[in-house]
């Protein structure tokens, strides 16, 4: 005759908790929820995903301007001298990096015109705002999707080079170093 155990409270919290989690996401049910599965992962790391996935069902869809208090606004580009904007950008830097914006792929644009990306795309862009210390926005400075030139050129290892390659038959631009290498933070993608 086996022996059953009996769930330890903290095995009970996590089976509620997901239960609740479930109940909650069943409006927004789709394709990812029903891969989870849930033989292969652990009730907890399960949970997890569940609230990851809430998180961004609930999250408001706003300009990043508008993420922070009072709203970021910036000088005008046009209206500030090169040594300006180098103090502006970095200052801007830092407080997008506050609420965890990261800027990828950033080095192969002088300052101005860095600055002249956050003024213009980045600032107004409207995007869901996750307050969750596991959540990053990573905005691709090179527009990578789009256009692969650039991350080719100054950003892909010769593995990536080859790969693409193979994949695309494309031909490869020269590999060089960027020329304006900033010491950004980086969050892993």
């Known amino acids: 005759m086996p022996i059953s155990r009996r769930p330890r409270p903290e095995e009970v919290e996590h089976l509620l908790r997901n239960a609740q989690l479930r109940d909650d996401l069943e409006p927004h049910l789709d394709e990812a929820l029903r891969r989870v599965n849930v033989l292969e992962m652990p009730t907890p790391a399960e949970n997890e995903y569940l609230e990851s996935m809430l998180a961004w069902e609930r999250a408001p869809v706003e300009p990043i301007s508008r993420w922070f208090d009072p709203e970021m606004t910036l000088p005008h580009p046009d209206s500030l001298d090169d040594e300006r904007i180098h103090a502006c950008l970095w200052e801007v830097i830092r407080h997008l990096q506050s609420k ?22 980045i600032l107004p862009a409207r995007e869901k705002r996750i307050d969750s210390p596991k959540n990053y926005l990573h905005w691709d400075c090179a527009n990578v999707s789009s256009d692969p030139r650039l991350w080719l050129r100054f950003y892909a290892t010769d593995e990536d080079r080859r790969m693409w390659q193979e994949e695309t038959g494309g031909v490869l631009p020269p590999s060089e170093l960027p020329p304006f290498p900033r010491e950004i933070p980086r969050r892993p993608l």
């Open 100 to 121: 965890r914006i990261m800027l990828d792929f950033s080095d192969h644009l002088p300052d101005r015109d860095l600055y002249w990306l956050i003024f213009r795309d």
